[in-house]
């Protein structure tokens, strides 16, 4: 009986999924593009990671800038950069990806353009949706994230972040893009290196920012779809185009 | 002697103008915009205007929603839209940018595209950024405010409302945007009717919404260069295109 509940239950989760994934599909069709549910996970960093108290300390004047690669005792390994929890995993940049998938369930995706449509907006801070995005030889990491910095007052915060070196980062430009009831949105920026802190990143606001009733006016039905690009980088000699 | 010294007052702000004047089409100069410098003006509209107090009615569901024509007792007539003053002159919309020259001194600048430079952005909220913009046929005007709506957190929001009626607004789309420090920020949308409060699609957040340490980012030097373009509304056939 048990099982039976189960499979009834995985049928319906197929159904709910394959219905965003044609609403998304139907915003979308003109361009094309892959459409990729993302689901919410509740923030389970309660505990403050390597990362966080590297900073607090920095901030206390003890300790160099938050790097990775500075906080850990080899150089050649860095710490686990999942921003949903304090792992206690530690290894090669080369092995961050295989990491993230295995352990955390990170999906990845393939394609220069996709559409990350993030579901369950209503849920309350914090909360992340995460995935993985593979383009032009690199792996890039894509947080959105509902924090309360002002409390009582969620927003939504949308970075990018290469899994490699900061001077691997700046080849790339990542554009964010949201388009919906006659608004669009765009937000463009080179990407930071994964060995930086996604937390800081999200802290200083130097990220797509939404406050939550722009991002209800971009939502439909609970869900946030965001069009992301990555290109190799053009920011430096468009700077004058506008 | 006090001649002499205003004079020099006067030069001294010349060379300030020319020199932000200079900067901003060194930024801008590839694409051989107009640059407008906007100096700032602090907010005086302590007492309530008539679309505010007709705003706290409508919450109190005593009134129908905040558009002039509905408050006014002469229909034909639209009170003073200037956001930064409680004016008491009313008349009809053919002269409200001829009210808006003449007694606020509001600058109109003609062109389809424009930089609009706003000084000193470190003044503290509440402060306003306005001008008019003429083009397409139509004039426009350019609200950039600093406003605190969480308590020690001031925000800058950046909208257009076109001086014409909501249905001419539909007609129209306009783009603003950032561009510095690798970052770029675009928004697009429909521009509102001066019929409606500027003060409520501030408070809606259904314009540009910037964080002090975003703003900083694309600020040079306390100005902050923002591009301004006005199309004919396309912004429905392309929705899917992304």
Redesign the interface.
């Known amino acids: 009986m048990l099982f039976f509940t189960q499979c009834f239950g995985a049928v319906l989760d197929l159904i709910h999924l394959r219905f965003q994934h044609y609403k998304a599909k139907r915003?979308?069709?003109?361009?094309g593009?892959l459409v990729c549910v993302v689901n919410p996970t509740h923030s389970l960093k309660y505990a403050p990671t390597r990362c966080a108290a590297a900073q607090a300390s920095t901030e206390q004047g003890t300790l160099p800038p938050c790097h990775h690669h500075e906080v850990v005792h080899d150089p050649q390994l860095v710490p686990c950069t999942c921003p949903l929890f304090s792992c206690p995993w530690e290894g090669h940049l080369e092995v961050v990806v295989s990491h993230l998938r295995q352990t955390h369930r990170i999906n990845i995706l393939q394609g220069a353009e996709i559409?990350f449509l993030a579901t369950d907006m209503h849920l309350p801070a914090p909360t992340d949706w995460i995935i993985m995005h593979s383009c032009l030889g690199h792996q890039f990491l894509l947080v959105l994230r509902k924090q309360e910095?002002?409390e009582g007052?969620p927003q939504f915060f949308a970075t990018m972040m290469l899994i490699g070196t900061p001077s691997q980062a700046n080849n790339f430009?990542y554009r964010l893009?949201l388009?919906?009831n006659?608004?669009?949105?765009?937000?463009?920026?080179?990407p930071r290196s994964i060995l930086e802190c996604v937390d800081s990143v999200i802290s200083?606001?130097?990220c797509l920012?939404l406050?939550t009733?722009?991002a209800q006016?971009f939502s439909d039905n609970g869900s946030l779809a965001i069009?992301i690009a990555i290109t190799t980088s053009k920011?430096?000699s468009t700077?004058?185009?506008?």
Chains 1, 2 share one sequence.
Do not use: C, I, P
Not at 27 to 31: D, G, K, L, R, T
């Open positions: 915003v979308f069709s003109a361009a593009q559409v910095k002002y007052h430009t893009e388009n919906r006659q608004r669009r949105l765009k937000w463009e920026a080179t200083d606001g130097d920012v406050n009733s722009l006016l069009g920011v430096h700077e004058a185009e506008m």
